[in-house]
């Protein structure tokens, strides 16, 4: 009897000890300025014999493989310790509660608050790599190093490419302070011999930025120097912010960036560079989260752009947002009622991510940037708060119906083609090239062909491909050639600005 109280006994102990809270300690190396920030650390269960590792990251490809926790610091003193509570706020679990094992752990103090946009980068600090037992202490983990500036790209003082930087009116006056539009231009051969040329306004996905900006005009520069891409003017727009991507869209949150666009913007390259003006000369292309964007802009200002050709927007119906109908009555992001969660991610029929699982990171890794708050800071009405008022609950995934019907209304593409049609169709007919893959990653072919089915009611003229096996990220691949997709909608595009001319 008493060898088996010893034993029950023992089993409670080891169970209240491997369920004890877990702090982590983090320090700021001594000789440093103070810092602010999103302190985040990062835990991955290692096997014995694991190679070495610099960097512990998160992954929505891989969302279960690296726990997460995190907590807003201000003015953290050099050479001071701070601690991170890995119970609450922490994904996927408490750390308390994950599996027993060796870790490695790091560090990272995002102190731009940009990590949910673009991950960590220049001037963020980081700790060193560090393996622990859990359950078990974690030692301090010591912030001794800035990450540097990448080095800059090697396409500098080219003269087919010249750099955008705008300063908005329309932006400035929203925000009180200077607001940029920036961007990339690629000029092609024979430019400045007297003709005008159409030009193409292509827009980066949720996580480009200038810099990719910048490789796009390049690669797009000798695509037309080698003549598989027609000669053209290219402007590479950065739609990257502090909220997370723009979008080009005209919002109470981010400001009007459609009207900046269209009405700042575009006449003033087109008195600066040999520009075809007129809106047949003018397209629009974008993938994503930019693919979305030109959707927008082409159906908001028919009259400015010739035709649009996004490619794996963002969802364009929202009866199939990430396979989420945000109409349907008790709506949830999570999952249906006494359903499996929702899929966001996956690879060719392998679910590799949930949306909850998807959303949870987001929440640890901090309310800047993200992608659903991203979605928000474009769609969303502005709440009391002065913020934007968020579509779903993310501790629960239940959807605001007051903040979908305004979403409906304003950024909806097929309700507002469905809706508008007969104000804005003449000028839109025809002007819609939408491609998806039929595997897209992020399942966006649903929504396409919601948006079809919408635009074949109303009779109107458009195109729409789905690339049987495509994902989002292999669409423009076709025997090799990683852009052979994009110098087919080039030569498209170029087709109906100078419609006498044949492709070679």
Excluded: C
Excluded at 146 to 167: M, N, W
């Amino acid at each position: 009897m008493l060898a088996r109280l010893f034993v029950a006994t023992a089993a409670l102990l080891l169970v209240a000890a491997s369920a004890a809270p877990v702090t982590i300690p983090v320090r700021l190396q001594a000789g440093l300025a103070n810092q602010s920030g999103r302190l985040l650390i990062f835990a991955k269960r290692i096997e014995p014999g694991a190679k070495p590792e610099t960097a512990i990251d998160t992954s929505p490809f891989a969302p279960q493989a690296v726990a997460i926790a995190g907590r807003e610091v201000e003015d953290m003193r050099s050479g001071g310790v701070v601690t991170v509570d890995g119970e609450t706020g922490s994904f996927p679990t408490a750390f308390s509660a994950l599996p027993a094992g060796t870790y490695r752990i790091q560090a990272v103090l995002d102190r731009n608050h940009d990590y949910n946009y673009g991950g960590r980068g220049a001037g963020d600090m980081v700790s060193s790599v560090v393996e622990v037992t859990l359950p078990g202490p974690v030692p301090v983990l010591e912030l001794a190093n800035a990450l540097p500036e990448p080095p800059p790209p090697a396409v500098a003082d080219r003269p087919d490419l010249k750099p955008v930087d705008f300063t908005s009116p329309a932006l400035s006056i929203f925000w009180g302070r200077p607001v940029h539009i920036r961007g990339w231009i690629a000029l092609p051969p024979g430019y400045g011999k007297g003709a005008t040329f159409p030009t193409v306004y292509s827009t980066g996905g949720f996580g480009s930025n200038l810099r990719y900006a910048e490789q796009q005009a390049a690669e797009m520069s000798a695509m037309m120097k080698d003549g598989s891409a027609p000669p053209m003017i290219w402007v590479y727009l950065d739609e990257s912010s502090p909220t997370g991507t723009h979008e080009f869209a005209d919002s109470v949150n981010n400001g009007p960036w459609g009207k900046a666009l269209t009405t700042e913007l575009i006449p003033a390259l087109e008195k600066q560079y040999r520009m075809d003006s007129r809106a047949s000369g003018r397209f629009l292309t974008g993938h994503s989260s930019g693919g979305w964007a030109t959707l927008w802009l082409q159906v908001r200002y028919p009259k400015v752009f010739g035709g649009t050709w996004p490619t794996s927007p963002d969802p364009s119906d929202f009866h199939d947002f990430t396979n989420v109908d945000l109409y349907a009555p008790n709506a949830n992001m999570y999952a249906p009622a006494g359903g499996q969660p929702y899929p966001l991610v996956r690879d060719h029929g392998r679910v590799i991510s949930s949306l909850q699982d998807f959303a949870r990171i987001e929440a640890v890794l901090g309310p800047y940037g993200g992608q659903f708050a991203s979605f928000d800071w474009v769609f969303s009405p502005k709440g009391a708060d002065g913020r934007p008022m968020p579509m779903f609950d993310r501790a629960t995934g239940k959807v605001d119906p007051f903040v979908v019907s305004y979403w409906r209304d304003n950024y909806d593409i097929a309700n507002i083609v469905a809706r508008d049609w007969k104000v804005i169709g003449r000028d839109l007919d025809g002007k819609i090239h939408l491609t998806v893959g039929t595997a897209d990653t992020f399942y966006l072919d649903g929504p396409a062909h919601r948006l079809q089915a919408v635009l074949d009611r109303l009779g109107a003229k458009s195109q729409f491909r789905f690339l049987p096996g495509k994902t989002h990220f292999d669409l423009l691949e076709r025997g090799g050639d990683r852009e052979a997709l994009m110098k087919d909608f080039a030569w498209e595009m170029y087709a109906v600005a100078r419609p006498r001319f044949k492709r070679p």
